[in-house]
């Protein structure tokens, strides 16, 4: 996955653009890696390790500093799915804000948003504990999301958002999917552009489970049936 360019290299940074993993790309294969015993056999392969995920976040959070130092900010992690690349981005910006001249002072506030069954994508997504959204009027608002699909629910959530009229919305990623029907929506940071698979860990849910997997992962079929609802 990290190619130095070239047209082999299976993946590449493309600076503001994320790392990109193409179709094509294998992943690693389990045994490389550690992972919970109860998932063992409802899993493809590693898309993304779990070092790389902290390391790439890392420099998001570089750059988020370097965009938006110097203020306050409200950050909204989009649970569930969000709470470990919001802890990990949090905890980076909170290291450079102390080793650095710049400085951001952080608040951290949750929604919850709920729009998949099984792997499916529901029509309708709820937004649940977003009732006090008022609190981001006049703020400078960085949402923190751990997937963005097609980019229906994040353009419902920042269409709710910007009824209250915070100061900036800025949206941070960790993955972008490259799904068939692209809306154009980018996040404004992101870490990885992913080819249109179902993934979990690191968070990311198949119906409540694979959340406690430190490394993204693609769910096999056996995966799948054992954990249908
Ligand atoms: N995995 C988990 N949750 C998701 C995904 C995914 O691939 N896409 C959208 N929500
Ligand atoms: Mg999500």
Request: charge should be neutral; proline fraction near 3%; glycine fraction near 10%.
């Amino acid at each position: 996955m990290a190619g130095r360019g070239g047209s082999s290299a299976a993946a590449r940074s493309s600076g503001g653009r994320g790392v990109v993993i193409s179709d094509n790309w294998p992943g690693y294969s389990l045994d490389l890696f550690t992972y919970p015993q109860h998932y063992y056999g409802d899993l493809e392969y590693v898309l993304i390790p779990h070092g790389i995920i902290v390391d790439r976040t890392e420099r998001l959070a570089k750059d988020i500093m370097q965009d938006i130092g110097d203020n306050d900010i409200v950050v909204l992690c989009v649970l569930k799915g969000g709470y470990k690349f919001c802890a990990d981005l949090v905890e980076h910006i909170k290291n450079l804000s102390r080793n650095s001249e710049r400085f951001i002072s952080m608040k951290v506030d949750f929604v919850r948003l709920k729009s998949y069954h099984n792997d499916q994508s529901m029509q309708d997504m709820q937004i649940m504990g977003g009732d006090d959204l008022s609190k981001l009027t006049g703020k400078n608002v960085l949402i923190v999301e751990d997937i963005v699909g097609t980019g229906r629910t994040m353009k419902v959530l920042l269409n709710n958002i910007e009824k209250y009229k915070p100061k900036m919305i800025k949206v941070a990623s960790l993955l972008v999917k490259r799904t068939s029907r692209p809306d154009g929506y980018r996040p404004d940071y992101y870490g990885f552009e992913i080819p249109d698979l179902f993934v979990v860990g690191y968070a990311l849910d198949y119906n409540e489970h694979f959340r406690d997997l430190n490394h993204i992962c693609v769910i096999n079929d056996h995966g799948k049936a054992k954990y249908r609802v």
